[in-house]
């Protein structure tokens, strides 16, 4: 089970932190990611960390904005947003897979989402 959590309002070029808890005793076997979907359109992919080696993906659109991390001792998944923008506004999903990121097609489990709001 993933519960996310952090989002909110902010003004644009501020700074928020998503975090995602994962129940469970092997969350470091997991590869971990974040989405969003923002009203109308699909959802897309934001930033991904592989559990095996904590390589990291990041979308062109929040590279050297945004940062994902995680800590294994507390089962948690982060997203440090910086530099925000109105496009960012969105609904954020964390989601886990037991593969490697490169090899993901279809992420195992979705948490639910929590809303960013970026004011202009």
């Known amino acids: 089970q993933l519960q996310a959590s952090g989002g909110g309002l902010v003004q644009a070029g501020g700074s928020l932190r998503l975090s995602c808890a994962a129940s469970g005793r092997t969350f470091s076997r997991y590869s971990m990611g974040w989405f969003r979907q923002a009203p109308g359109k699909e959802r897309e992919f934001v930033a991904a960390t592989s559990w095996s080696d904590g390589s990291t993906y990041y979308a062109d659109s929040v590279k050297g904005r945004f940062t994902i991390s995680r800590d294994n001792a507390k089962n948690t998944v982060y997203l440090q947003m910086d530099s925000l923008k109105p496009e960012d506004t969105a609904v954020y999903y964390c989601?886990?897979?037991?593969?490697?990121?490169?090899?993901?097609?279809?992420?195992?489990?979705w948490g639910q989402g929590t809303q960013v709001t970026v004011s202009s």
């Open positions: 989601a886990a897979s037991i593969l490697v990121v490169q090899y993901i097609v279809d992420w195992n489990y």
